[in-house]
């Protein structure tokens, strides 16, 4: 009788130990649905280069589509947040020679609604590098979205450097999938993608 009670109590929590993991790898985070694209900013691609120097530069994908070159280096950004760079990319004016190329508002919407599907707590998975150079190009790959009202939360995607960093969530995966398809095109090497 004692034996089939262990076994009862071994097997309950040998259940509730597998329902545990597999809720902790299971996302369950509803997201939001977005149909229009209603914003100013949606994908951003920064590059922090540090060598001989420091450069901040890259490109961002705006509601339309446009795939938008910067470069911040002059502008003193180095002790500056994310929202303050934001902000100020949000209201830079560019014209037809800033734009790189041009992404169809129909497909961008597509990453749009995976973007807000992304759980802002999605588990983020560090590849450390045995190197440290302290002098370096890290890249990062950043979706930005407004889960609250009017406060810009960006989303990493993937960064690529001295440390390799990836969102471990699905649709996190499929939008670094598909800029490292569309970036493949590109002259810019960097945008590759970074899943391992």
């Known amino acids: 009788m004692l034996d089939k009670k262990r076994r009862i109590i071994v097997s309950a929590l040998v259940v509730a130990l597998l329902f545990v993991a ?30 001989g120097g420091y450069r901040n530069y890259g490109v961002f994908v705006d509601g339309e589509g446009n795939e938008v070159e910067y470069d911040l280096t002059d502008k003193g950004w180095i002790q500056m947040t994310f929202e303050e760079q934001l902000s100020y990319l949000e209201n830079m004016e560019y014209g037809e020679r800033n734009i790189k190329r041009k992404i169809e508002v129909s497909e961008l919407k597509k990453y749009y609604s995976y973007l807000y599907k992304i759980n802002p707590d999605a588990r983020i998975i560090e590849y450390s590098s045995f190197y440290r150079s302290y002098d370096t190009v890290q890249t990062a790959l950043y979706g930005v979205a407004y889960l609250e009202e009017g406060v810009p939360m960006p989303i990493l995607i993937n960064s690529k450097g001295e440390d390799y960093y990836v969102n471990t969530n699905r649709y996190a995966k499929k939008i670094a999938t598909w800029w490292g398809n569309q970036s493949a095109n590109d002259n810019m090497a960097a945008k590759v993608p970074l899943e391992q």
């Open 22 to 51: 597999l809720f902790r790898y299971v996302d369950t985070y509803p997201g939001i649905e977005k149909e229009e694209i209603d914003q100013k900013i949606i994908f951003l691609w920064m590059n922090f280069d540090s060598t």
